[in-house]
């Protein structure tokens, strides 16, 4: 009975034809900028003139660098967080793994901004480290590599939990027993029973979390200023700042080509490690 | 004939590139229950689906009370369907159930009432009609899915494999249930099923189908005792099929001297027609089962495995023993390929 | 794993995951000037203050506007994308889903830059106007596939027991198909009223003087001044979020969408 295609494509165009116009086509043009450093000229002397200047390398390493570092930190947290979840009696995981998404339902103004209470000079942090004597003065905290880092990791956590515990689920019930009763211990447990099967949700957990570190910017805006330039913060000062668009389309072009080769890499390794 | 009530000419039904059904010939008797047969992939499923005008024919012609249908879409063509799943609606009371289709007819609300309480009526199921289909059990649901499609009064009644989601107990009372309807209605019915006891106990007539096409059609007691070919002796439980040369059964491991010579280039028996305990040949016994009335046996012999009924009062033989029997020619069937 | 591990290791992770909410909460509630933890006294002065900022007011006002007004212009045009692609076997589908899924895959703060250079200047529209493409666009992958979702679990021959029955492919939409997908849609509407609400990348670059989302209008005031009217106004945002996801759980087991 569904076989009219035409009628099918009639409902499904308005929807398609809508972002196809209002974002394809804009920000196709956006990333054809890159490659026009002078315009009307194709090359890639805008990626050339970018990566030449050491405080773009500097801050393209230190994006990827944090980006890895909390992708795999929250990996490391998530599984811990959700093999208790799966654990926890059916009427207390609810609650628990509400409380863990609750988050990711508020802005991440509100969450970024907590950071500068804490981390701030007269934040609790030093205000408990001036008060062990510790210290004499308050350390700077924000504006630093550890905060944006911090920062990253609270905001993303929740997905790479919520991608794991999806994946937990759905191992069969008796699974891990079988295998400690055969002798293995939590930790061959890990890597030859649980690793394996949950690989699909690691790699979803794992290309959220990735992409969405790169791509942040109220984060590292609010954590890191200047101070602590990420690839998109650094974008936004090419444009409102220094009037470059060619070294934002390049940015753009980079942190686009970067989630993309993340998610294919994460996937050949889920598939190669079977 | 006179009183062809459904017929289909011609029919080639396909999906897409593949051909599911070419050429499909069938006239159906008005007020006939009809049965079509055949496992899964045979075709009856598209037929039926061609009949309720959920699929376009690729070329032929479909005809009901002397109507072209072919063009017409399905919700003009006066039919029912009852599907296998119920299709109930399951934010629709039992009661709006029933009445949906009479409230697209634009009667009025004391007509639907009468129609809708009478359906139900019908069916047994006065008392629910407040409950949703989630509250009811499977063989609630489905006199509610019948009464549904029983209130606007459609030409042919279709019904997907009415009878196979239901238990032992339940699909007996459903197929009086049907046959019952079928009696005080006269309504034309046809019904798709893999089950050949479900129709053997229903139809008038059963048409069964391979590969989109007809292998035979008849009555029941016709296809039972007399199938005509290997695949339907199969499918209505003959389960000793050989090939015969000269006055021996062969096959790929051996012969077996049958002592008599056929017309039929194949020879079936029924498990019941093999006569266990006597007999000019020998077999070991590889399994036994206790079935009440009577004992199964899988019997090994040069031909392959028989299968053997036996009645109860015959001396039981384990497994292991050998034991004679005979495939006699009183209960042989003939078979064309 | 004992009880005990399991508690602690969930206690840390939430302390950490939610504590700075909590902390966020309380410094609003400072009795001093200056933004701070634990807070110098108790007292809501600086919550009600986030009422009174006529900036604040506007553009809670516009980011309402976009949410709601946002999400359904996406709804309207992703429910029948959504059912074309799973009812029908539409050439292209591939296509058609990664295209509408797309805005999801580029980093916000380009969207809006190429929105604002190549849609906004040479088309010379409104800001508002280019505030609610965007956020329409930015919507509408999560309206198809929560949509799509909910149609998944609708077996098809409920549509088609309706139209032997007597419908129009309309009817059999609008009497069968809507009702049952009512909690998906639903479930779509909140997810993207949350999602256009807290967006900040894309409507960075659009936001101008005087027509800005609230999350943005934030930003800026914190730029300038640092008191407690921020925390205050994200406790207040936060609250606001929770509930309305917490209300949506209530009524129709929202997880079961997402």
């Known amino acids: ?274 | 004939m006179s009183d062809t009530f459904v017929s289909l000419t011609d029919l080639t039904l396909s999906y897409g590139q593949t051909v599911a059904v070419p050429n499909l010939n069938l006239d159906i008797v008005e007020g006939e229950l009809i049965a079509l047969l055949g496992p899964s992939g045979c075709g009856k499923t598209t037929t039926m689906r061609a009949i309720a005008g959920l699929l376009t024919p690729a070329s032929g012609r479909i005809m009901i009370d002397g109507t072209d249908v072919t063009r017409t879409p399905a919700n003009k063509r006066g039919i029912g369907l009852v599907f296998q799943s119920y299709a109930l609606f399951p934010h629709l009371s039992a009661f709006e159930n029933v009445a949906f289709g009479l409230r697209l007819q634009k009667l009025s609300d004391a007509q639907v009432r009468a129609k809708t309480e009478a359906g139900m009526a019908t069916v047994g199921l006065t008392g629910f009609e407040t409950r949703k289909p989630a509250e009811m059990s499977g063989g609630q649901q489905q006199r509610l899915a019948l009464a549904r499609s029983l209130v606007m009064q459609p030409k042919v009644l279709l019904l997907d494999e009415p009878l196979s989601n239901l238990d032992a107990r339940l699909r007996l009372e459903m197929r009086n249930e049907l046959q019952r309807v079928q009696k005080d209605t006269g309504i034309t019915m046809v019904f798709v099923t893999h089950d050949q006891s479900e129709a053997l106990a229903l139809a008038d007539r059963i048409v069964l189908m391979k590969d989109g096409k007809i292998e035979q059609l008849g009555k029941p007691a016709d296809l039972y005792a007399k199938p005509a070919t290997a695949f339907a002796a199969e499918f209505m439980g003959f389960e000793n099929i050989f090939r015969v040369d000269g006055t021996d059964l062969v096959s790929d491991t051996g012969r077996l001297s049958m002592g008599f010579a056929a017309q039929a280039n194949m020879l079936a028996w029924r498990p019941s027609g093999v006569s266990v305990g006597a007999g000019p040949h020998k077999g070991r016994v590889l399994a036994s089962s206790f079935a009440g009335g009577h004992r199964e046996y899988v019997l090994e012999s040069p031909i392959g495995q028989i299968k053997a009924d036996a009645p109860i009062e015959t001396p039981e033989v384990t497994l292991g023993q050998e034991v004679a029997f005979d495939l006699p020619r009183e209960t042989a069937r003939h078979l064309v390929a | 794993m004992s009880r005990l591990t399991i508690w602690v290791i969930l206690g840390v992770t939430l302390t950490f995951l939610i504590g700075p909410f909590l902390i966020v909460i309380f410094a609003g509630m400072s009795a001093g000037e200056a933004l701070a933890f634990p807070p110098q006294g108790l007292s809501l002065k600086w919550y009600a203050k986030v009422f009174t900022v006529e900036s604040f007011r506007a553009s809670f006002a516009l980011s309402l506007f976009l949410a709601i007004f946002g999400t359904l212009a996406a709804l309207a045009i992703g429910i029948p994308a959504a059912y074309a692609l799973n009812r029908y076997d539409l050439p292209g589908a591939e296509m058609i889903r990664t295209i509408v899924a797309a805005p999801i895959i580029v980093p916000g703060i380009i969207v809006g830059l190429a929105l604002l250079r190549y849609f906004v200047v040479p088309l010379d529209v409104t800001i508002t106007m280019a505030l609610f493409v965007t956020h329409a666009a930015l919507v509408l992958p999560y309206a198809v596939r929560v949509v799509s979702s909910s149609l998944n679990n609708l077996r098809s021959d409920m549509e088609e027991a309706a139209v032997i029955l007597g419908c129009t492919r309309f009817q059999a939409f609008t009497k069968v198909v809507l009702p049952n997908i009512r909690g998906g849609i639903l479930a779509a509407f909140i997810l993207g009223f949350v999602t256009s609400f807290n967006e900040v990348p894309a409507s960075l670059f659009l936001s101008g003087p005087g027509v800005r989302t609230l999350p943005i209008d934030m930003l800026s005031y914190m730029e300038i001044t640092f008191d407690p009217s921020v925390a205050a106004l994200s406790a207040l945002l936060a609250f606001m979020s929770v509930a309305i996801v917490f209300i949506a759980e209530r009524l129709l087991g929202f997880s079961r969408y997402v």
Not at chain 1, 5 to 13: P, V
Not at chain 1, 35 to 59: I, K, M
Not at chain 1, 101 to 130: E, F, K
């Open chain 1, 1 to 274: 009975m569904f076989l009219n295609r035409s009628e099918g494509l009639a409902l499904a165009l308005p929807a398609a034809l809508f972002t196809f116009l209002v974002f394809l086509v804009p920000v196709g043009i956006l990333l054809s900028v890159a490659f026009q450093a002078e315009p009307g000229v194709w090359s890639l002397r805008g990626y050339v003139d970018f990566f030449s200047q050491p405080l773009n390398r500097t801050v393209f390493l230190r994006t990827l660098k944090l980006g890895i570092l909390v992708a795999g930190t929250s990996a490391v947290i998530g599984y811990l967080a959700a093999f208790c979840i799966v654990n926890l009696p059916a009427t207390s995981r609810g609650s628990i793994f509400g409380l863990v998404v609750l988050p990711l339902m508020i802005s991440p103004v509100a969450r970024t901004y907590a950071w500068i209470v804490i981390l701030g000079r007269t934040g609790i942090v030093n205000d408990t480290i001036v008060g062990l004597g510790l210290s004499n003065t308050p350390i700077r905290l924000l504006f630093t590599e550890t905060a944006v880092f911090v920062g990253l990791l609270q905001l993303f956590l929740p997905l790479m939990i919520i991608s794991l515990v999806s994946a937990m689920e759905n191992i069969p019930k008796d699974v891990v027993p079988a295998a400690r009763v055969l002798g293995a211990s939590w930790f061959q447990v890990f890597f030859r029973v649980i690793l394996p099967l949950t690989k699909e949700g690691l790699v979803i957990g794992g290309t959220l979390v990735f992409t969405g570190a790169l791509t942040a910017y109220i984060t590292p805006a609010i954590l890191g200023g200047s101070k602590v330039l990420m690839l998109e913060t650094l974008l936004y000062q090419k444009v409102n700042v220094s009037n470059d668009f060619v070294s934002a389309s390049v940015i753009a072009m980079i942190l686009i080509v970067m989630c993309f080769s993340a998610n294919l890499v994460l996937k050949r390794i889920a598939s190669v490690r079977s």
